[in-house]
């Protein structure tokens, strides 16, 4: 059998392969000249050959094919034309294919606001603006404008910070892990650090605090138990070797019922009886009370602050509305030498970052607007009413396209904040739901999905869910488009 394939296949090479064009010949086509001034030579080469042996491959299996089928050999004649524009065909999709983005932007119709996959947190306009503005200039990144001077990348947020969070001092590198990790190492490489049974958090992607403890150096000293900490229990294991207290805020997760948790005052006492530093990881770390808007109470930055916490680390990302980044705010004293450490220079946070993150801070400064321009914030706080005008208009534009089949309603429903903030939080919202006859809502969900501006969706009783809290209106046409093109 085998024998007799490879025969075939050797008669296919000599009669049908022959009539393949040589990549120098298809070359001199006048469409391949017209594909030569948009793209290199290299390219369009590279994607000749990808294409002929494409071709190549696909004879040979139809040939193969056929045979076992016992029909008739398949080295039939193809004019040289019909083969020539098969090939340009071919290029044309796969030159187009090479240039496409492959990170490229999805609608989020899940209503879930800091999703882990699709990004996290969104930038407002001034975020942009302030990126793209460092971006195609030359900035003061590590100028000292006054003295004209070396000055530091860190100098541009240390006052921002110091007025929204009360800190004295600050540091922002490339993410919440990383300001962990650069904490621990600078205050604690080669000394314990107490932490409770009842926070040793992990968070989605391999971050996890006893695996950061013994990448940063210091030693993990547990005490007390999963639901229960008391003061004592933080007392009776330090030693000379301690180095830091550490509080983690269990940001993804609640431990309820028969629980005891030291407060940060009761540590804070603690650690200056003792003369040790007590850090706290609040994860999201936000700078708004959002209780107002009927959103549970999370620990603030400044509230840690205040209470007298050395250093407190959180994310750009998470509720804050910003970019990728972490922050480490408090005493100078702990943060010189973070700043100093030679591991910060890998951890460092770069320019544009920079830019978008000082530019999100400074919407903070007013508190009353601040709810508009960060897109996390004004997606946490959208009104019901206006949730419901967002899901008529959307379930209008998708009746009147007219797409057979379709069975368009809206509803109330609930989103959920994501990026492990806010755990087991609902909020109200409301919901375009999907009915198709011809087809099954998985299917659907993953015809959307392959759209070239993906949409993603929930699914839920056999039906598509389009949560509008998390599509701008402006992405509505994009999405009806998605939508009709999927069914
Ligand atoms: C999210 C989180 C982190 C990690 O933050 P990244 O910015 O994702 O690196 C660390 N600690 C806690 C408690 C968190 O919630």
Redo the contacts with the bound molecule.
Sequence with gaps: MEKKKEAKRNLVEKNKLRQLPSVDNLLREEQMQAFLKEHSRTMVTDVVREVLNQLRWEWQQEALGEQEAGEKEGTGFQERDLIVSQIIVRVEKHLKHRQQLNLKPVINATGVILHTNLGRALLGKNALKALHQVATHYSNLELDLATGKRGSRYAHLEELLSLLTGAEASLVV???????LLALNTLARDREVIVSRGQL?E???S?R?PEVMSQSGAYLREVGTTNKTYPHDYRQAINEKTALLLR?????YRIIGFTQETTLEELVSLGQEKGLPVME????GQLLDLHKWGLPVEPLVPDSIRVGVDIV??????LLGGP???LIVGKKKYIEPMKKNPLNRALRIDKLTLAALEATLKEYLNQERVIKTIPTLRMLTTSGADLRKKADSLATKLTAVGMEGLEVSVKSGFSTVG???MPGTEIPTWLVTLKTSQISAATLAERLRHQSWPVLVRIGEEQIILDVRTVEETEFDVLVEGIKSSL
């Design positions: 490339n993410n919440n892990a990383a300001a962990v958090v968070i989605g992607g971050f605090i983690v805020h269990t940001s993804n990881d609040l994860g999201s680390t959180f994310s750009g990302d998470k990728q980044a972490g990026g492990g903030s």
